[in-house]
């Protein structure tokens, strides 16, 4: 008897979300190729001076190792706290090395056109490799996009630009600050992009502006006694997030724009009216700009805060909105990227034919669980565009996990609902995105964002990771689990919130995703790690601290223990909650 055939799967980007994908559908049984147009992995990751999206030299995430790494390939030792783009790159090297994924991958072959053959139920690939002059076409049974939301520069219209005499760019053409060297900058906008290229430029350029309209959330990567905020996120805090989450939604962002604001201004202290930070954005409308050296540049007036951009009036004249004239050499869009699925023609699910009723102003892909195509969910999915407040690695990880539960099509594995649940899936989604533009005063917020206390237990269980089923405060295993071997339990629940926990326990189901054999040490060297690092800061401020009565009184201390603790507990809340978004 013939041996039957596993389905074929083409993935398509090679980045972090591209890469886990080839390996759990691999570790599922699938056959798998992998395409990438550039001749190396690691995607925005891997610095490159031609003009496509690419980290710059200076890049650092804002999660810390501990958390920012797969959810079975931790960083190796030496690894920065957080880690640099090149560590970053290498990392996602080693695990394509580590996991014999090359074999499955084709480099330097850009995807140019997919289309359905639905006589033959599969998908046809357009492919141009650089090594040869020919078109390939390739037909595959599954695709998963994971070219991520980062492939499509946005470049707002500037009125008069014909006029201006200098440079023009995107964030994504900016490679080395010494090619502005004694120029006048004007970088546009107030994200995490923009601040890593205005603060970059100090100290090369001779003026830089950072020139926007709205304000900012404005946070730095550690506390004041230097540990790390993500941290502080436990699986008990994260329970309670999504808790009040479901139950209260309203509460829930106000209690979180409340307790971040504070944290800002513990931060930073009181900030410059002048620079027009505030007031801070709700966290819904708004990813918090995560920088260790923008404020302390603005305060130095090495970085000069505008209005946006209005108008050029010459060839190096520039008008702001609020009628300011600037005169710059270069202006610089850190405005951000719009996702980019062209190559699927009709089953793009993004364009506004595929909307019901036509209407597609959201820029809300028409997918369930922001995964699935409504059209071939059995065959046509999306990595990476599931956004919630959590480390981006650990996010493709679970998302192509469940995708490949639910694409193995076993008795034994998740399956998806019926078409009219997934339709309604999308319908109160677009609701509730809609819900967010309306509640934005500027009409801004974060688009491709998910409910996370319904879309994270749900990814959770179709990946089949027990994790509720050994850790939540009501569920008897867990208690179980806390009366067998009670320290590590205490450990799971309330120290570090690891990545290797998705991979501790046996799958839900028989064929379910890979356990891996060494998470619990991975967990236990982790917050053993962390612990000896907190001790040290804490040895090493208690060596160096002067004691005076009155500086207690000088600094307003809170004389209530209790008080303080309270306090200090929403504060490590919710800053382990809002420093997952990236990297």
């Known amino acids: 008897m013939a041996a039957v055939q596993e389905p074929s799967v083409a993935v398509i980007g090679l980045g972090a979300q591209g890469l886990v994908t080839v390996k759990n559908l691999l570790e599922q049984g699938f056959c798998v190729t992998g395409f990438e147009r550039q001749d190396y992995v690691g995607g925005i990751w891997h610095y490159s001076a031609q003009h496509h999206v690419s980290a710059i030299r ?10 920012a790494c797969f ?28 996991f014999k994924l090359r074999p499955h991958l084709r480099l330097s072959t850009n995807v ?17 490799s650089d090594n040869t002059s020919q078109q390939e076409i390739l037909t595959f049974d599954k695709i998963a996009m994971a070219n991520g939301p980062h492939n499509k520069a946005i470049l707002p219209d500037l009125p008069g630009r014909h006029l201006f005499s200098g440079e023009i760019l995107h964030s994504k053409e900016f490679k080395e600050p010494e090619a502005f060297t004694n120029k006048s900058v004007l970088v546009v906008g107030a ?26 959330l404005v946070l730095t990567r550690s506390l004041k006694d230097g540990n790390s905020p993500d941290h502080e996120l436990t699986y008990r805090k994260l329970e309670m997030k999504d808790t009040m989450e479901r139950l209260a939604p309203s509460l829930s962002v106000k209690f979180l724009d409340n307790v971040v604001k504070g944290i800002q201004r513990e931060q930073s202290g009181e ?31 090495t970085i000069t805060s505008t209005h946006a951009p209005k108008r050029v009036l010459g060839t190096h004249e520039v008008e702001l909105e609020d009628g300011t004239v600037v005169a710059v050499d270069s202006i610089i869009f850190c405005t951000g990227y719009a996702v980019d699925y062209s190559i699927l023609g009709k089953y793009d699910p993004t364009i506004s034919s595929t909307a019901p009723g036509g209407g597609h102003d959201d820029e809300t892909p028409r997918l369930y ?15 990476g565009i599931a956004l919630i407040i959590f480390p981006a690695f650990l996010l493709s990880d679970l998302t192509s996990m469940a ?5 193995s099509n076993r008795a034994d594995t998740p399956s998806l609902p019926p078409q009219r649940d997934m339709e309604q899936w999308y319908a109160d989604h677009l609701a509730y995105v809609r819900s967010l533009r309306a509640l934005s005063p500027h009409g801004k917020f974060v688009k491709l964002s998910v409910r996370s206390g319904l879309w994270l237990p749900w990814v959770q269980d179709t990946a089949g990771c027990e994790v509720g089923k050994y850790l939540d ?13 009670r320290e590590f339990s205490n450990l799971l629940v309330h120290g570090i919130w690891s990545p290797h926990v998705y991979r501790l326990f046996e799958p839900k189901r028989p064929g379910g995703r890979k356990k891996w054999d060494g998470a619990r040490e991975a967990i236990e060297r982790v917050n053993a790690d962390v612990k000896a690092g907190r001790e040290r800061r804490r040895n090493a401020a208690r060596e160096s601290e002067q004691y005076s009565p009155s500086q207690g009184l000088q600094h307003g201390s809170v004389s209530n223990p209790v008080t303080a603790s309270v306090r200090k507990g929403f504060v490590v809340l919710g800053l382990g909650i809002i420093y997952q978004a990236a990297p």
Do not use: M
Not at 202 to 213: F, N
Not at 275 to 299: C, E, F, K
């Open 271 to 301: 900030l410059d009216p002048a620079w027009r930070l505030g007031p801070a954005p709700s966290v819904l409308h708004q990813n918090p700009t995560v920088t260790d050296t923008l404020i302390p540049a603005l305060r130095a007036g």
């Open 58 to 67: 200076s890049t650092v995430v804002n999660v810390s190792r501990e958390r």
């Open 403 to 407: 995708l490949a539960q639910i694409w």
């Open 112 to 128: 140019e056109f997919v289309e359905r053959d639905d006589v033959n139920n599969c998908w046809r690939l357009t492919i141009q």
């Open 191 to 216: 994200s995490n992009s923009a601040a890593d290229t205005a603060t970059s430029l100090v100290g090369t350029a001779s003026k830089i502006y950072l020139s926007h309209r709205h304000s900012a």
């Open 473 to 485: 405060f009501f569920s008897l295993p867990a208690w179980k689990l806390w009366w067998q071997d």
């Open 71 to 98: 959810t079975d390939f931790a960083f190796p030792p030496g690894t920065d706290s957080y880690p640099s783009a090149a560590q970053i790159d290498q990392y996602l090297n080693n695990y394509a090395d580590a």
């Open 369 to 383: 669980q922001n995964i699935f195509s409504l059209d071939h969910p059995d065959s046509l999915a999306f990595i």
